[in-house]
């Protein structure tokens, strides 16, 4: 199974201060994912890659950089945080080309912005 | 623009009663569709899914139906248990770039 961990689990801030979300997956899927979930709109897609190196723009890209540094690892950034970006952030990967389409999700972090 | 709409919002139902959820979408290339289970503190996970060239998919307790000509499709949880208490995720992918467009969820309560 599928293992996807990201760090930190909860992370508190300022308005204009610097985030970098982490995460990684040790199965070797091609495909990651940045999501964020707040109640009422679901999970939104920020961005997603689907190799080192590549990045592609999702659903609600504005305020985020993203960067896959590797196979195994996603990076999130929030270089100047707004309020309006406390969310709970899941990160997930994918294995392009199999028969199944499955997203294996992380256990999310939870951000907040004063 | 919603790709998927989801209802309802919440639901609770009593233990050994059925659950349905309802889901519907626009875009006539999603091909596959997911449900997907999410715990409080936890992650989403997959529970079932199922591909447009079928109509039923059955899963111990879960079952899926999707009606292509409606682009609608279900999630039926028969002898519901408290511990099936979860936000429901009705999801849909068009499987050609590995994107999957979720509902806004369901928060389903199972009461002893």
């Known amino acids: 199974e599928a293992a996807v961990t990201q760090s930190p689990r909860n992370k508190v801030t300022v308005t204009g201060g610097n985030v970098t979300l982490s995460c990684r997956q040790t199965?070797?899927?091609?495909?990651m994912y940045w999501y964020r979930q707040d109640t009422g709109h679901g999970l939104r897609l920020i961005h997603y890659?689907?190799?080192?190196?590549?990045?592609q723009i999702g659903d609600v890209p504005d305020g985020y950089k993203a960067t896959r540094t590797t196979q195994e690892d996603f990076f999130l950034l929030l270089e100047l945080a707004s309020p309006s970006q406390t969310s709970l952030y899941f990160c997930?990967?994918?294995?392009?080309?199999?028969?199944?389409?499955?997203?294996?999700f992380g256990p999310g972090t939870r951000l907040t912005v004063l | 623009q919603q790709q998927v709409r989801q209802s309802p919002q919440s639901l609770t139902v009593w233990e050994g009663g059925t659950t349905v959820l309802t889901c519907s979408y626009e875009?006539?290339?999603?091909?596959?569709f997911p449900w997907y289970q999410q715990f409080p503190g936890e992650g989403p996970a997959l529970l079932i899914s199922?591909?447009?060239?079928?109509d039923k998919k059955e899963d111990g307790r879960f079952t899926t139906f999707f009606n292509k000509r409606e682009k609608k499709l279900s999630l039926h949880i028969i002898d519901s248990q408290p511990g099936d208490s979860a936000t429901y995720f009705c999801?849909?992918?068009?499987?050609?770039?590995?994107?999957?467009?979720f509902g806004d969820g369901t928060q389903l309560v199972v009461k002893p």
């Open positions: 890659s689907y190799g080192a190196g590549n990045l």
């Open positions: 997930a990967s994918s294995d392009a080309g199999q028969s199944s389409y499955e997203q294996y």
């Open positions: 999801a849909a992918s068009p499987n050609s770039n590995n994107r999957i467009f």
């Open positions: 875009d006539s290339t999603f091909n596959y």
């Open positions: 199965n070797s899927h091609n495909y």
């Open positions: 199922i591909l447009s060239v079928s």
